[in-house]
């Protein structure tokens, strides 16, 4: 989409302008003090103006977007304030259409527009943005833009009526805000006086003026009071200011000059070579006339250019349009056919609209359509192709790919289905196929959704190569039961609508790594999120998917398969069973609303791992994969047929048909192996192991569990692979009575499910726990084992703690002992070693010959310092909420107490001083978290706890001082500065000038 310059360049300002000291200094006052500022007023206040004389007076680059009504398509609107910005800041020319062109919410690539101002104190007015009151879109668009504006930048609106943010942001938005109304730009008299006598108006009473206008500016200067009371109803026009520029100044001018003024109102900027394009002649000599003459208008430098006052080209457009409408037509196709000559395309597709030039706008539309579509102004398009429906008999090619975009857009399938039949029985479709790879690939993304193999290979057979035939062809591994090629599908991210579909078939193949971080691309990020959900639900990360399913949902409506499959899913794994009924209930009717039946197969698969999960109904899910089995889909897609027969494995195993069952496994394995579709590997092995054990094949339930195994190491989870154990535990049990260590990847699973509270018998070691904050104990297998001697805790503690397989006997005696090596310390370390062993008799493992103590093999050891120091490394690797989380959990842990309590060794006094040290550094970090993403309570009592601990931590108060500064508490500010300069003094120091600085700006 090509910009109109006009729109983002800042009108001029008269020669003839009063200067008006007291707005320029109130206006460039609150804009220094505000991140957005609106002024409000009626049209002829002299908003404009006074924006413009306050942006002289500042140091700030300046950026403009005069918003036009069509502005109020939002991915149009956004497209101008990328260009309005680059003027200033060229780094940001291409950054929002790209987004746009990757279908991220709007309101998204307004916050991703202001993060990348960067720390340019840049200053962005948008100017007649009444315009945008009655549209909730682009308010929100405007909102998210000026949330996440960088504190150095400004942004300016000036409008005509308020603008309703809270109702469209929340009132958030209005905390940031600072307003100029009517009254602040009201003229006083001497303003007055000065405007007259500067526009040859000094017989006119100012005082008068004043009063009779209440100071309004175009009031003043035009005199309109004077003709309010004689020009209603004169002409028809009911308006005052109309009326009077009717009589005092159309009236007053030749006939030529005036016709010439309502003919070229179509033109924001009236030029000689503009006007003649519209037709109208001697366009210079009008120009020249004109501009001798006192009008509302403003003129270039050169005095060729005129723009008229906004009021005031309002009334010669409404003069223009009570004219014949032949004539007003024409108009508007010259201006139409003008605007497309200077390629401002979308704005000539309305004037050729106005025109009733259907043909003209067809042509324009099936050229520029495709952009508005990828920019995701899907109204907008679909307006399109509704006026042009009477001239679309035989669609354009460029309008047959817009239509199905939008019905894969809107997840109308049905609808995608149907044209491309059309095209079909046309014969149209491989021709079109055969020239437009993303036709082929719209045609074939539908016909998956309906099942309709044969056809998809059709169209991917003829299809014209490119991107968007890879990411089809690359979706097709999930259908085809064929051993899967080699693909490097990561570079296949383009941040286009395809990307979607890549995500997608990384999910359903397993490739779980693949979405386990967002894709370097922030467009491609944006569209793995929702399979992202799936992922983090498949590898045990319920509760990060239950946020980003919310969060997902906060932003725009989620799409069928997260809200209808993947919702009902995660509602179960978080335990709420009636939700998870209700979601699937509820998604039923979106799914028949978008004709997919791919959707409506894995609803009732849904259905089944429900009734299996929830309520071990295996009858009921027998049912529902019979349904399954019968359809189209279920029989020809491999992956659903892979599920299903999985799942139906497990229902036969719970009714004891294990022959039926070891053969649909067998199969499902099989296949998942040929076709490297590893996402139910984990879960249809473990069913196979089963199976197979039962009917007497241990060898190939060993192969099987291996391969469960081998499948879950490949996702990077064992999250499913212990689902399934937990419903089959026997295949565990049987796995650990072949282990010769303690310490296989199957007894870390079979720890796990023992948290989990499943029974494996006694094949299984003990596990133990070192309790060290606030008290010290040792529990085994849950329970506390009361050793009754101060120095056995203490020996499993520092053992554990070491790092090493094994202690030398000595090193014992002397941190334990304090280097004591006679033989009342060497009998006390054999009490605390014997005492150990009899509470866990294979706990620990000495060797007398070299004089080493170890942990044993066959014992796991866990320490709550060990724990604590993995939840830290944990937070250095995540960022924001995330960290904050793992950071709590942390100090969770060490706010029990203090570290081993009563023992006063050495080495225990070293280690307690260390993790002292490290929660502090923690408890800051979690303080300045917590801050940063507004959880000012939070923060401050984080922050509190590091002062107590350490009073003479300088970088603590300033944070005190900011979050009481968040918390709106002057006083505090003032107390935490006087505070930390307390502390400083018992130093001999004195506040850093960081600190003072932050004070002076606080207290502005």
């Keep these: 989409m090509r910009v109109i310059q006009l729109k983002i360049t800042p009108p001029p300002v008269g020669g003839t302008t009063v200067r008006r000291p007291r707005i320029e200094s109130l206006l460039s006052r609150l804009i220094e003090q505000h991140r957005v500022v609106c002024v409000l007023a009626s049209a002829g206040a002299g908003k404009t103006t006074a924006v413009l004389q306050a942006a002289q007076q500042l140091s700030r680059p300046l950026a403009w977007l005069a918003i036009d009504a069509t502005d109020a398509v939002t991915g149009r609107l956004l497209t101008y304030l990328e260009a309005a910005i680059a003027r200033q800041i060229p780094a940001v020319e291409g950054l929002a259409s790209a987004a746009l062109a990757s279908q991220l919410p709007h309101a998204e690539v307004a916050g991703l527009l202001a993060e990348a101002v960067g720390d340019a104190n ?108 004689h ?24 006939a030529a000059d005036r016709e010439f003024l309502i003919s070229a109102a179509l033109l924001k900027e009236v030029t000689p070579a503009a006007a003649e394009c519209l037709g109208l002649p001697d366009a210079a000599v009008r120009l020249h006339s004109l501009r001798s003459r006192r009008l509302p208008v403003a003129w270039d430098r050169a005095g060729k250019a005129m723009r008229c006052h906004p009021r005031f080209r309002e009334y010669l457009l409404e003069l223009l349009h009570r004219r014949n409408d032949a004539e007003v037509r024409e108009l508007h196709a010259a201006y139409a056919r003008l605007l497309v000559e200077l390629q401002h395309d979308e704005e000539a597709v309305e004037e050729f609209f106005a025109a009733g030039r259907l043909d003209d706008a067809l042509e ?96 991917l057979e003829v299809g014209r190569s490119g991107e968007e035939l890879d990411a089809m062809r690359y979706a097709m ?80 409506e989620q799409g ?33 609303a978008s004709g997919s039946e791919l959707f409506r197969m894995l609803s009732l698969l849904t259905e089944a791992e429900l009734l299996l999960q929830l309520s071990r109904d295996a009858r009921a899910a027998r049912q529902v994969l019979e349904e399954v089995a019968r359809h189209p889909i279920g029989r020809q897609y491999a992956n659903i047929r892979e599920h299903a027969n999985t799942l139906l494995g497990a229902a036969l195993l719970l009714e004891g048909e294990d022959v039926r069952a070891r053969d649909g496994l067998a199969a499902a394995v099989s296949s998942m192996q040929r076709g490297q579709r590893i996402l139910w590997l984990p879960e249809a092995a473990v069913h196979l192991a089963e199976a197979q054990w039962r009917l ?84 085994v297998n849950g329970e506390d084992a009361a050793l009754r001697l101060k120095k056995s805790y203490e020996l499993l ?65 866990t320490t709550e310092s060990e724990r604590l120091s993995a939840l830290l490394r944990q937070a250095a690797s995540l960022r924001g909420q995330d960290r904050l989380r793992t950071l709590l959990q942390a100090l969770e842990i060490s706010d029990r107490g203090e570290y081993l309590p009563g023992v006063l060794s050495a080495w225990a006094e070293e280690r307690r001083q260390q993790l002292t040290s490290v929660v502090q550094e923690a408890r800051h970090d979690a303080a300045e978290i917590a801050f940063a993403t507004g959880h000012y309570r939070q923060a401050a009592r984080l922050v509190g706890d590091v002062l107590h601990a350490d009073s003479f931590r300088e970088s603590a108060w300033r944070l005190e001082m900011r979050i009481a500064d968040a918390l709106g508490n002057q006083d505090r500010v003032i107390a935490a500065y006087r505070a930390c300069e307390r502390a400083l003094t018992e130093l001999g120091t004195q506040p850093t000038a960081t600190t003072v600085q932050l004070l002076q700006d606080l207290r502005r």
């Design 477 to 556: 591994h999930t259908v085809d039961d064929v051993p899967a090629a080699p693909d490097t599908p990561e570079g296949w991210l383009t941040g286009g609508p395809f990307d979607a579909l890549v995500m997608r078939t990384h999910y359903d193949r397993g490739r779980l790594s693949l979405l386990a971080d967002p894709p370097s691309s922030p467009w491609a990020a944006k569209a793995a999120e929702p399979w992202r959900v799936g992922a983090l639900l498949a590898t045990g990360h319920t509760e990060q998917g239950f946020e980003l399913y919310q969060r997902l949902e906060g932003l725009h």
């Design 696 to 779: 007497g094949e241990e060898q190939a339930a060993d192969d099987a569990a291996n391969l469960a195994l081998w499948a879950a190491e490949q996702q990077g989870s064992n999250h499913l692979l212990l689902r399934a154990l937990s419903e089959f535990p026997a295949v565990l049990s049987r796995r650990l009575d072949i282990e010769r260590g303690a310490d296989s990847p199957w007894h870390d699973l079979g720890r796990a499910l023992m948290v989990q509270g499943v029974a494996l018998g006694d094949v299984l070691a003990a596990s133990v726990h070192v309790t060290e904050f606030g008290r010290t104990a040792v529990l």
């Design 364 to 459: 324009v539309v099936e050229r520029i359509v495709i952009g508005v579509i990828e920019r995701t102004d899907f109204a907008l398009a679909e307006r399109w192709l509704n006026r042009l429906e009477p001239v679309g008999h035989d669609k354009p090619a460029g309008l047959v790919v817009a239509e199905l975009m939008l019905a894969l857009a809107r997840e109308d399938y049905a609808r995608g289905v149907r044209l491309a039949d059309e095209l079909a029985a046309a014969g149209r479709r491989d021709e079109l196929a055969a020239t437009s790879s993303r036709a082929a690939s719209l045609i074939a993304w539908c016909y998956l959704h309906a099942g309709r193999v044969t056809d998809i290979h059709a169209v």
């Design 231 to 254: 020009v209603i109803g004169v002409g028809g026009e009911a308006d005052p200011l109309h009326g009077y520029l009717a009589t005092q100044i159309l009236a007053q001018l030749p």
């Design 797 to 861: 503690a520092y053992l554990a703690n070491s790092g090493r397989d094994a202690v030398p006997r000595q090193e014992l005696l002397e941190v334990l002992f304090e280097g004591r090596a006679d033989d009342a310390a060497g009998s006390y370390l054999r009490q605390a070693v014997l005492r150990l062993r009899r509470a866990v008799p294979d706990v620990l493992r000495t060797d007398a010959v070299a004089g080493r103590v170890a942990l044993g093999a066959g014992v796991r050891v």
């Design 122 to 229: 840049l200053l962005l007015v948008l100017d007649d943005a009444e315009r945008l009151a009655e549209e909730p879109e682009a308010l929100a668009v405007v909102s998210s833009f000026a949330r996440y504006l960088p504190a150095t930048a400004r942004l300016v609106m000036i409008s005509r009526s308020v603008l309703p943010f809270a109702a469209a942001a929340g009132a958030p938005f209005l905390t940031y805000v600072a307003a100029v109304g009517e009254e602040d730009l009201a003229f006083t008299v001497q303003e007055a006086t000065d405007a007259l006598v500067l526009s040859g108006r000094p017989d006119v009473d100012p005082a008068e003026a004043i009063v009779e206008t209440g100071g309004w500016v175009t009031g003043v200067l035009f005199e309109a009071w004077r003709s309010a009371d």
């Design 560 to 592: 069928v398969w997260l809200s209808a499959v993947m919702g009902p899913k995660l509602m179960a794994e978080l335990g709420e069973h009636d939700a998870a009924w209700r979601l699937l209930r509820s998604g039923r009717e979106r799914i028949v």
